[in-house]
C-alpha cells in the first residue's frame, strides 16, 4: 500500500525550515527518501533503518519513527537548489520500497 | 563514472507496436527495477530483478515484459498489450535486495509516448 505524504506542495522563501511527513498503515523496516527535479532522475538522499534513528547531512536530516510507522525529512534554510518533488519509498520487510506520491517544494528567493 | 544509462530519452510509439527501452549499469549491483511515472502518481513498480535470468512482477507488470541475460542489462518491452503506455519510465538498480534495505540509483529515464 502506498505511503501518504503530506504536505503534497510547499513554497517557501529561501531560507526558511520545512517538514514533509511520510505515514505508512503497515509496520516499516525502513524507509528511503529521494529528490526529483522536473524531467530528471530522482536522487537518492538517505535510508533510514527501523530503530528510530534520524539521519541527515548538512542541512537536509530525516528521522523515522517505527512505532507510528511515519518519517519526517527536515530541510532546514533552504536553499533555491532544495526545490524540487520529494518522495519517501517504505519498506515492510520485502527489501523493495513503496513510493508515495511525493511532494512538491519551491523555494523563491 | 559509474551510473545508469537509459535509452532513448525520447520514443514515440504507434498504436499495436512493442517497443523496448534499454537500462544498462556499471555499478556492478545486483538488483534492477523498472517503475512508471505519472503525474500526481509518484512511481510505480512495473518489474524487478534481483539475480541475472530471474525477475520478479511488481505492481503495475500487465503488458510489459523484461530480460536479465546480462547483470548490468535489464531492458523493458512495452508491448501492445498495454492499454496506456504514454509514461515516464525510469530504471533503478541497488545493491542485493534480498540482503538488506539500501538506497537506489535511477537513470535519468526515457519518455514514451503513443502516437
Known amino acids: 500500500q502506498q505511503p501518504v505524504q503530506s504536505p503534497q506542495a ?100 | 563514472d559509474g551510473g545508469i544509462t537509459q535509452s532513448p530519452k525520447y520514443l514515440f510509439r504507434k498504436e499495436g507496436q512493442n517497443v523496448t527501452l534499454s537500462c544498462e549499469q556499471n555499478l556492478n549491483h545486483d538488483a534492477m527495477y523498472w517503475y512508471r511515472q505519472d503525474p500526481g502518481q509518484g512511481l510505480r513498480l512495473i518489474y524487478y530483478s534481483q539475480i541475472v535470468n530471474d525477475f520478479q512482477k511488481g505492481d503495475i507488470a500487465e503488458g510489459y515484459s523484461v530480460s536479465r541475460e546480462k547483470k548490468e542489462s535489464f531492458p523493458l518491452t512495452v508491448t501492445s498489450a498495454q492499454k496506456n503506455p504514454t509514461a515516464f519510465y525510469l530504471c533503478a538498480s541497488s545493491l542485493n535486495s534480498g540482503t538488506g534495505s539500501y538506497g537506489y540509483t535511477f537513470g535519468s529515464g526515457t519518455r514514451l509516448t503513443v502516437v
Open chain 1, 10 to 109: 510547499v513554497i517557501l522563501r529561501e531560507g526558511e525550515d520545512a517538514v514533509i511527513n511520510c505515514s505508512s498503515s503497515k509496520a516499516l523496516y525502513s524507509v528511503h527518501w529521494y529528490r526529483q527535479k522536473h524531467g530528471e532522475a530522482p536522487v537518492f538522499l538517505m535510508i533510514l533503518l527501523k530503530g528510530g534513528e534520524q539521519k541527515g547531512h548538512e542541512k537536509i536530516s530525516a528521522s523515522f519513527n517505527e512505532k507510528k510507522q511515519q518519517s519526517s525529512l527536515y530541510l532546514t534554510a533552504s536553499q533555491l537548489s532544495y526545490s524540487g518533488t520529494y518522495f519517501c519509498g517504505t519498506e515492510s520487510g520485502s527489501y523493495i520500497p513503496t513510493f508515495g506520491r511525493g511532494t512538491s517544494l519551491i523555494v523563491h528567493p
